[in-house]
């Protein structure tokens, strides 16, 4: 590796990683303020436990920021290169295009392996370990789920407001209870109520006092054809809430994106494996086509990495602009695209004859035949 491409590759690696540090911060920021922020402010969650929490969940960040925060630094170098006119004394002198990205490509190449690794090994760790913590986390005192002046939607087909709560007393309580399409179908208020956490359902019971209960129509519980059925309660039950989401007894649930490699790999060869009972082909057609596309988005991410690198060469070069900004906004735009294209496809999980697992590849060709066609233009200039 000579001078110049010692300083292209400098240039780009300092600017990348920066922008990969700041990609991080901007994914980091709504999952800890979705997940954790409620009970950092309830006591629930130590400013300890809450910057570990963090720190465990930065890989999970980090692969979701390395294809953007790659672009980003390419456009930012090349742009202020080019604005420069760096990049045309390179090629006075004699430099092809292809030979001025060589080093970025090396970069763009080494920061798709390392996107490989996060997403098949470090990324799925970090995830069931911050699971893990958290429910560790919320276990120590799960009373503390319920947060006075907040509507919480932590339990399945059910949401809970209480106005003041002081240990397991609550005042001036709210609780939907909601079908299966999220519509309300039992409303209750009660002046007071209390919670208590039943070990051995691994459930907190809401029991509430002064209650008045609206039961709506099951079947169609948003029309009010027909008065819902009202009824009022000294005392009554109201609820049992599951507390599977944080510490259920058989441990934390991994979802199928949260496996590493060799689990991935097993899941894989045991659902191919299986014979599926009459009735059911399309289940198991289903199930295995989700495994095969979590198997498939974690290869296509890390080519993200490579592919938008190498569309962010000839782009740089070709606007030739030092404004910060204007190449954050075009690296945010060409991503978003990008991973609005691959959940398009990934919605098509339910539909395995439309071979969404093949699909998924497009966006990264679309990319690639875009980035050599540009460079091929700007080549021949």
């Not at 994914?27 to 009970?39: E, G």
Request: charged share 20%.
């Amino acid at each position: 590796m000579n001078l110049i491409d010692r300083y292209i590759f400098r240039s780009v690696l300092a600017t990348c990683a920066a922008a990969v540090g700041v990609f991080t911060f901007i994914v980091l920021v709504p999952n800890v303020m979705r997940d954790m922020l409620a009970y950092v402010l309830a006591g629930q969650l130590s400013p300890l436990m809450f910057g570990q929490l963090v720190l465990t969940l930065t890989p999970f960040a980090i692969s979701l920021a390395l294809p953007m925060g790659l672009l980003t630094g390419v456009l930012l170098t090349l742009g202020r290169l080019s604005a420069d006119s760096e990049v045309t004394a390179m090629r006075a002198v004699g430099l092809s295009l292809p030979r001025i990205a060589r080093p970025i490509l090396l970069l763009a190449f080494l920061a798709g392996l390392l996107g490989l690794y996060f997403n098949f090994e470090a990324m799925p760790q970090a995830r069931v370990t911050y699971e893990r913590n958290f429910a560790a986390a919320i276990a120590a005192n799960p009373l503390k789920l319920i947060v006075p002046k907040t509507f919480i939607r932590n339990f399945p087909n059910c949401v809970i407001y209480v106005n003041q709560k002081e240990g397991a007393l609550m005042r001036d309580v709210w609780l939907w209870k909601l079908d299966e399409q999220k519509r309300v179908r039992t409303l209750i208020h009660a002046e007071a109520g209390a919670i208590d956490y039943d070990e051995t359902t691994n459930e907190l019971i809401v029991t509430l006092t002064q209650a008045r209960v609206e039961n709506r129509d099951e079947k169609n519980p948003e029309s009010f054809v027909e008065s819902p059925y009202v009824a009022s309660f000294g005392k009554i039950e109201a609820a049992r809430l599951p507390l599977e989401r944080f510490f259920g007894h058989g441990g934390v649930h991994i979802k199928p994106e949260w496996l590493t490699l060799a689990p991935l790999q097993a899941e894989r060869a045991r659902l191919a494996a299986l014979t599926a009972p009459p009735g059911q082909e399309r289940t198991l057609d289903r199930d295995r086509m989700k495994l095969e596309l979590v198997f498939h988005d974690k290869i296509n991410t890390a080519l993200a990495v490579f592919s938008l690198a190498l569309l962010g060469v000839p782009l740089g070069i070709k606007v030739s602009r030092r404004e910060t900004s204007a190449n954050f906004g075009v690296a945010l735009l060409l991503t978003l695209s990008y991973y609005l294209l691959t959940v398009a496809v990934k919605a098509l999980d339910r539909h395995p004859e439309y071979r969404p697992d093949l699909l998924l590849w497009v966006p990264n060709l679309l990319i690639l035949a875009l980035g050599l066609w540009l460079f091929s233009r700007i080549d021949r200039k």
